[in-house]
């Protein structure tokens, strides 16, 4: 299995409250992205990143913020979580560049309340 | 902008063909195929660069038609482990994002 985490894998939340939500990777991949789905939506891209220091927006970034300082490292921040950020949150690693698949992390269930 | 998938569900019967459609309004430099069952992540199935050959795994074939910006999924002789969300992935020429369809759910009964 490739080298990919998140954490937490589940997280309830209250709405105001400021939540990060971490992707590791150990497989020294370029680029890595977070993802959100939702029933009928399919998997939209929040944010990514093309290297260290080196993140822009998806098509739903707004109320999202992200930092890669580290090469193995992508935070997602959600700065005062809401209900329709109610969501499950993939993140997934890709060196495409080099004809290589994506991988997927396991997700994070996050629910505001 | 999210490529287009047709159809929004198939339902077949096992051995029976089928073939997803993905499109884009993009040039694309890949497409990504994946599979997705309830309450996982999706699983990597096949990858098609740009000037890349159609790309083969088991009973499960994709090409990829960069005048058009089109791909196709093609799953020969369908088994009940095939059934699940299908999901094309597309990364453009112009930058490094990677947006996925809305996905084509898969029913497959014996």
């Known amino acids: 299995d490739a080298g990919i985490t998140q954490s937490p894998r589940h997280k309830v939340t209250e709405t105001g409250t400021p939540v990060t939500l971490r992707c590791h990777q150990t497989?020294?991949?370029?680029?890595m992205y977070w993802y959100r789905q939702d029933p009928g939506h399919g998997l939209r891209l929040i944010h990514y990143?093309?290297?260290?220091?080196?993140?822009d927006k998806g098509e739903v970034s707004d109320g999202y913020s992200v930092s890669r300082s580290k090469t193995e490292d992508f935070l997602l921040t959600l700065e005062s979580a809401t209900s329709s950020q109610t969501s499950v949150y993939f993140c997934?690693?890709?060196?495409?560049?080099?004809?290589?698949?994506?991988?997927f992390g396991q997700g994070t269930r996050l629910t505001v309340v | 902008q999210q490529p287009v998938q047709s159809p929004q569900a198939v339902i077949l019967r096992e051995g029976e063909d089928a073939v997803i459609n993905c499109s884009s309004s993009?040039?694309?430099?890949?497409v990504h195929w994946y599979r997705q069952k309830h309450g996982e992540a999706p699983v990597f199935l096949m990858i098609?660069?740009?000037g890349g050959e159609q790309m083969r795994h088991e009973k499960i074939s994709a090409s990829f038609n960069e005048k058009k910006q089109q791909s196709s999924l093609y799953l020969t002789a369908s088994q009940l482990s095939y059934s699940g969300t299908y999901f094309c992935?597309?990364?453009?020429?112009?930058?490094?994002?990677?947006?996925w369809g809305a996905g084509t759910k898969l029913i497959i009964k014996p």
């Open positions: 992935g597309t990364r453009p020429d112009s930058n490094y994002q990677l947006i």
């Open positions: 993009k040039a694309l430099y890949s």
């Open positions: 098609l660069l740009k």
């Open positions: 497989e020294n991949h370029r680029y």
């Open positions: 990143s093309y290297g260290v220091k080196d993140t």
């Open positions: 997934a690693i890709s060196d495409s560049d080099r004809g290589l698949e994506a991988f």
